[in-house]
């Protein structure tokens, strides 16, 4: 063994705490970090090439000694996100919401309570599958198949019909044909939430909500959700808001963590069919 059992546990502790903190190291950083181990012992150690590093089959076994060591692709975030979703942060959001559900009975009453978000479509495609070309042909391009606007859609969980906002203007007399049923549409100059029009999708909410009040509902704390505007109309129709701590909405917001991606994910595959299909009608 290039290293001893406590230096590799300590190799192992820093691979973990890099992660952790938003700086997460290759293999051949980790590597690089057992050879300045080596070094730094003093010990002669005549199955290590100092001048040429640990060997694959160095690492291979090091991995089945520390079976807890894991390798994935790494998703980037901003520092901000990094340090904003403490476990303080969470704690004292998950006080409020005890307060508001043992004031207001919510406990017993989930068909009150009501999540909303936005997501954009357009710009580009992200899609990273792999896909079929000549065996000598190195760069492959593909055509963007989804539209070069910002489309914005907000939703609010199964019972409330989305919310689709394009850019400067309805897209044709046909925009709405086979959309989802009582789905409202709006548009603004860069296809994005506005204060106006998240108060008009207050309106839109209040159509298909339940009567009962008060109402619970979650959202994040964009400019456009916390106008005054909203928090008057939220008071006056007994509407309870809960704003998700900034910079946590990675790990604290359903939509974000588990719907939106495999939504975006879906439509690219499903615009990408109706691409290529021969009769550009898709499949």
Known sequence: ????????????????????HGFPITQSV???????????SGRDNPFVKMDKGLSRMWWSRFRA???????????????????GATVARVVELFHICQALYDHHGFRGTPELIYNCDETGFGDKDSSRKRVLCN?????????QVTTREHVTVHCCGEVIPPFVIFEK??????????????VFYGVSDRG????????????????????????????????AH???????????????????????????????????????????DMARCHATSPSGKGT
Request: glycine share 4%.
């Open 192 to 223: 994005y939430m506005d204060g106006d029009l998240f108060l008009k999708w207050l309106d839109h909410f209040m159509r298909y909500a339940r009567q009962e009040r008060p109402l619970l509902l979650f959202m994040d704390q964009h400019e």
């Open 169 to 182: 203007c309805l897209p044709s007399a046909a925009y709405s044909l086979e959309g989802p049923r009582n």
């Open 1 to 20: 063994m290039a290293l001893l059992p406590n230096e590799e546990e300590a190799l192992v502790s820093y691979i973990f705490w890099m992660a952790a």
């Open 135 to 143: 065996k000598g042909q190195r760069t492959v391009y593909a055509q």
């Open 65 to 83: 000694r520390h079976p807890t060591v894991a390798s994935r692709r790494q998703n980037y975030i901003e520092a901000e996100r990094v340090h």
């Open 30 to 40: 980790a590597l690089v970090l057992a050879v300045q181990v080596c070094k730094g």
């Open 226 to 268: 916390v106008s005054t505007g909203v928090v008057d109309f939220c008071r006056a129709n007994q509407i309870k808001v809960v704003c998700l701590p900034s910079h946590t909405t990675h790990v604290l917001q359903p939509l974000d963590v588990s719907v939106y991606g495999p939504l975006k994910a879906a439509f690219t």
